[in-house]
């Protein structure tokens, strides 16, 4: 019997301790200012030109409060790939306009409805959606020796779809130990016709962010 009673107390007790360890790193997750710095991968296809993989990096910052926060990121990709663009004024039909770098600026909800303890600190899976606005640095229209001169409204065309605007979705897990965190996202950008490159853009990212202190007055509370 006493054997029993003294199982019980340490199962109870190590449960104690694990639920103040899970909650203090809560704590240290919840009402705070994050900043971060992140590396990744965009992958997109074009037309004529199949699937492009490009190296990028950013700057992200995440306000968290208990279930749920505001994210808001920068990010840059430096390429220069060729695509086809559809101009009925030109004899076959398209024309090469070869873009350079890829810039965006991202605004989102994010929610993370629990927190996991591990043996490496407190795993966060979150994920939401946003608003993003993308533009290429620079994209100029190649001529050839088929295609005639392209006109003024073609020019037009190039200049209107260099950027576009569009509805994100966000995914990712951050492992958190004290105020350091590591994290993975994954972002999808859907696929336009008024954007130069046409197909779902897919932007994978690995990262550090760093617990600056909290992002709330101690002495509201937290809402």
Same mark, same amino acid.
């Given at each position: ?7 019980? =107390? ?18 240290? !997750? ?31 910052? !995440? ?92 020019? !037009?065309? =190039? ?65």
């Amino acid at each position: 019997m006493q054997k029993i009673k003294a199982l019980v =107390v340490g199962i109870a007790a190590t449960v104690t301790i694990a639920g103040s360890a899970g909650a203090q790193e809560a704590r240290l !997750f919840e009402n705070s200012w994050f900043w971060g710095v992140k590396s990744g991968f965009n992958t997109f296809s074009t037309a004529g030109r199949g699937s492009s993989t490009t190296a990028g990096f950013g700057l992200d910052w !995440f306000i968290t409060r208990s279930k749920g926060g505001l994210y808001v990121s920068y990010d840059q990709a430096g390429f220069e790939r060729d695509v086809q663009v559809f101009d009925f004024a030109s004899e076959t039909g398209e024309r090469t306009v070869r873009v350079n770098d890829l810039r965006r600026i991202t605004v989102a909800a994010l929610a993370y409805p629990r927190h996991f303890g591990t043996r490496f600190g407190t795993l966060t899976p979150y994920g939401g959606i946003g608003y993003s606005i993308s533009a290429f640095g620079d994209a100029r229209i190649l001529r050839d020796s088929v295609n005639s001169a392209p006109n003024e409204a073609f020019f !037009f065309k =190039v200049d209107d779809r260099r950027s576009r605007g569009a509805v994100v979705a966000m995914g990712g897990l951050q492992m958190q130990r004290g105020r350091v965190a590591l994290f993975a996202q994954e972002t999808l950008l859907p696929s336009s016709s008024e954007f130069l490159v046409r197909s779902v853009i897919s932007l994978f990212e690995l990262g550090v962010r760093y617990n600056f202190g909290s992002s709330i007055d101690r002495g509201t509370g937290s809402r």
